[in-house]
Structure formats: C-alpha cells, structure tokens
C-alpha cells in the first residue's frame, strides 16, 4: 500500500503546485490587463488635457512663439485648416459626380424618348410601304 500512498500524494503535490503555478498565472495576466486598462485611460486623460490647453490657447497664439504649448496648437490649427480644405474639396467632388449622374439620368431620357419617336417613325414608315406594295399589287391584278 506505501507505492499507492506515496503515488497518491505525489499526484496530490503536483497537483497543488499546478493548481497554484496557474493561479498565478491568472494574477499575472490580470495585473497585465490592469495596467493595460490604466495605461488605455491615462491617454485619455493626456488627450483631454491637451485638448483643454488647446482650445483656451488657440485664440491667443503668440505665431513666432517658441513655446512648446504654442507650437502644438499652430500645428493643430494648420492641420484643422487642412482638413477643412479637404472637405470642402471632397464637398465639391460629390457635387461634380451628382450633376453627372443627373446628366446621365437625363441623356438616358432624351435617348428613350428619341427611340421612342424613331420606333413609332420605323413602324409608320413599314405601314406606308406596306400600304402602297398592298395597292401595287391590286393594281397588278386589275391589269
């Protein structure tokens, strides 16, 4: 019975020691995900501050200022102006597509109703030509 009761408690050892390696391992990565999540809203907090500072500096930029401070808010106003540029072109462009989708809707119409007036003009003309090949052929008869 020793070999049993030695096996049984090696098995219950190695079980504890796994039991608490994963335990550990579960710490770990919980601290890991927890810095993560701390780190993921000290951004924020930075991107708020920064964008705090921006908005009661932007109206008052000193434009040949060395100030760190001032020089961020310059780069951040050019790239707002560039951005607005952008859109109004991008505005301009979808303009430009609509007025040629609009004209392509109305091509497409002018072209149904002149087909349109060339088939009523094709099946007028075959009735003309039908109706005189019908008359020369009853005034071949009478001859």
Same mark, same amino acid.
């Given at each position: 019975?020793? $070999?049993?009761?030695?096996?049984?408690?090696?098995?219950?050892?190695?079980?504890?020691?796994?039991?608490?390696?994963?335990?550990?391992?579960?710490?770990?990565?919980?601290? =890991?995900?927890?810095?993560?999540?701390?780190?993921?809203?000290?951004?924020?907090?930075?991107?708020?501050?920064?964008?705090?500072?921006?908005?009661?500096?932007?109206?008052?930029?000193?434009?040949?200022?060395?100030?760190?401070?001032?020089?961020?808010?310059?780069?951040?106003? !050019? =790239?707002?102006?560039? $951005?607005?540029?952008?859109?109004?072109?991008?505005?301009?462009?979808?303009? =430009?597509?609509?007025?040629?989708? !609009?004209?392509?809707?109305?091509?497409?119409?002018?072209?149904?109703?002149?087909?349109?007036?060339?088939?009523?003009?094709?099946?007028?003309?075959?009735? $003309?030509?039908?109706?005189?090949?019908?008359?020369?052929?009853?005034?071949?008869?009478?001859?």
């Amino acid at each position: 019975m020793t $070999i049993f009761d030695d096996l049984g408690k090696t098995l219950n050892d190695v079980a504890a020691a796994t039991a608490d390696m994963l335990g550990d391992l579960a710490e770990a990565a919980k601290v =890991k995900t927890t810095i993560v999540s701390e780190k993921h809203e000290l951004e924020a907090l930075f991107a708020e501050l920064g964008k705090t500072v921006y908005e009661a500096r932007k109206e008052n930029l000193a434009e040949n200022s060395d100030d760190p401070c001032d020089v961020l808010c310059r780069k951040i106003l !050019e =790239k707002e102006e560039k $951005i607005a540029e952008l859109e109004a072109r991008e505005e301009e462009m979808k303009a =430009k597509e609509e007025a040629k989708e !609009e004209a392509k809707e109305e091509t497409k119409e002018e072209n149904g109703e002149a087909a349109k007036d060339t088939d009523e003009e094709a099946v007028s003309d075959a009735e $003309i030509i039908e109706e005189e090949e019908t008359k020369d052929k009853d005034d071949s008869k009478e001859e």
